[in-house]
C-alpha cells in the first residue's frame, strides 16, 4: 500500500483538494474536490470559520472521488503576505569530508545569519549556490573533501499572524498539517521541466486574486514576488461595466471571453438590483473589457521580470486558471515580445488525465509531489526540518533548531541499567586500590554495548579508590 498525500491549494477564489497516491517510483493522482472560496479575500483570512468550512468540503469531495482517506497533508499559502531575505553561512570541515552533518550545519549558520523581522517567520530556508574551498558554484557538495563549505540561501518568510489563522481555518477542517508550501513553489514544481530550472525561468501562476511569481535558476528558488491582480478583477470590471450580479459577470467571461473576438452579437444579462429586468450588450464590449484587464496585468508582471531577464535564460512560463481564457497566448505575445514564454499544464503523471489537464490544478498537483519528496536538493522547510533528495519520507526529519546542540547523550541515561553500588561495604573503602578494583569488577553490572561515557566513569571510580 502506498502513502496517501493531500495537497490543498487554499486559493481566494477557488479552493482545490488533491489526493495522490505515492508507491515507491510513481505518483498516481487518485481524487479531486473544488470548492468556492468562503472567507478568504485578497489571499488572506477574513473569516476563519467560513474558511474552514470550504476547505471541509473541498477535501470531502476529493476523498469521495478517491474512495480514501489521506495520511500525509501539504497545504498552500499565497505569495501576498510573504517576503524574502537572502543570505550566508560558511563552516569548516574538521573531517575534510562533506556529509549531510556538514550540510546541515551550514544552512543553520546561513539561517542564523539572517535578519527577519519580529513579526515574520521561516517558511523556506532554499540554498542556491555552494562553494567548496575556493570553488564556487557547486550544486551538490556532498561527499566533496574540503576545509571550509559556504552557502548562499533565499529565505522565505510570512507574516506569523496570516501564517496562524491559516493552520487554525485548516485544523477547524478537522485536518492535521503536515507541511505549508509557498504556493508559486509549488506550481513550479509541478510545470517546470530540468532544462528550464538549469537555464532559469520565471514560473508565474496567474490565480483568482493574485499572481504569483518565482525564479528558479540551478537548483533552488532565487526570487519570489506577486502581484494583488487575478480573473476574479475581470469577473469584477464587467460586473462594474455591465452592472450586473457578479456571478452573472463570471458566466459571461467563461462563456464569451474571447481576448480578440469582435462581434456584434449581443448577450442578455440581469441589471443588478432590478429583478425581473434585463439588458444587453454586444460581444465586442466584452473582448474590450476582458482584453484592457489582461493587458494590463501582464505588463505589470512583465515590468516585474525584466530586471532579471539575465537570469531566466528558458524565459517564462504560465500557469493557473486565468491562462484559461481564450486567446491569452495573443495578448501575452503582445507584451512578452521580448521574452520566451510558454503556457503550462501539470506534468503527465499516472492517474486522472483531466486534473492534470488543468493549469487551475498546478498547485495542487504540485503540494503533492511536494510531499512525495520532489522538492530543491537541499532546504529547511516549513517545520524547520532539513529536507534532501533521497531522504525516506516516513522517517522522522532531524530537527532544524538543534543542529548545533553537540550530541552527548547517544543513549538515554534514564534507560540504562546504572551500576548498583549497594555491595560496596564501608570498609571496603579502607582497602587497597588494587582490591577495591577487584571489588568493583564483581558488580554486576550490564557491559554489553558499553557507552563511551561510561567509560570516562569507569576511570574517574578507579582513579578515586
Known sequence: ??????????????????????????????????????????????????????????????????????????????????????????????????????????????????????????????????????????????????????????????????????????????????????????????TLNADEKELGVAM????????????????????????????????????????TPVA???????????LLKKSVDLVEFPILGEEGKSNEVSLEVISRAIYARMQETLIFLHDMIKSKKEIIGAGVVFTGGMTKIENFREIAASVFSDIQFRVAKPREMDGLYDIMRDPSNSCAIGLCMYGAGEFTPYEIDSQKRMRYRGEIISKPKADFDNVFEEVNNEVNMATISQPDFSELKQEDLAMPDNDVKSKLSDINIQKENKPKWWSRVWNTLTQMF
Open 1 to 190: 500500500m502506498g502513502t496517501k498525500i493531500l495537497g490543498i491549494d487554499i486559493g481566494s477564489f477557488q479552493i482545490r483538494a488533491v489526493i495522490a497516491d505515492q508507491s515507491e517510483d510513481s505518483l498516481k493522482i487518485i481524487g479531486i474536490g473544488s470548492e468556492k472560496s468562503q472567507g478568504i479575500k485578497k489571499g488572506t483570512i477574513s473569516n476563519i470559520e467560513q474558511a474552514s468550512k470550504s476547505i471541509k468540503n473541498a477535501l470531502l469531495s476529493a476523498q469521495k472521488v478517491a474512495g480514501t482517506r489521506f495520511e500525509r497533508v501539504i497545504i498552500s499559502i499565497s505569495g501576498a503576505y510573504t517576503k524574502s531575505v537572502d543570505s550566508v553561512g560558511v563552516v569548516n570541515i574538521p573531517s575534510h569530508e562533506i556529509g549531510i552533518n556538514e550540510i546541515n550545519r551550514v544552512v543553520a549558520m546561513a539561517n542564523d545569519n539572517a535578519n527577519i523581522p519580529s513579526d515574520y517567520e521561516r517558511l523556506h530556508v532554499l540554498p542556491f549556490n555552494f562553494k567548496v574551498d575556493e570553488q564556487d558554484h557547486i550544486e551538490d557538495p556532498l561527499g566533496m573533501n574540503a576545509n571550509r563549505l559556504e552557502v548562499a540561501t533565499h529565505i522565505i518568510i510570512v507574516q506569523k499572524t496570516y501564517l496562524s489563522n491559516l493552520k487554525k481555518a485548516v485544523k477547524m477542517a478537522g485536518v492535521e498539517i503536515d507541511n505549508v508550501v509557498l504556493s508559486g513553489y509549488a506550481s513550479a514544481i509541478a
Open 204 to 243: 508565474i501562476d496567474m490565480g483568482g486574486s493574485t499572481c504569483n511569481v518565482v525564479i528558479h535558476s540551478g537548483n533552488s528558488i532565487r526570487y519570489n514576488g506577486f502581484i494583488p491582480v487575478g480573473s476574479s478583477h475581470i469577473t469584477n470590471d464587467l460586473s462594474l461595466l455591465l452592472h
Open 248 to 258: 452573472k459577470a463570471e458566466e459571461i467571461k467563461l462563456k464569451y471571453g474571447a
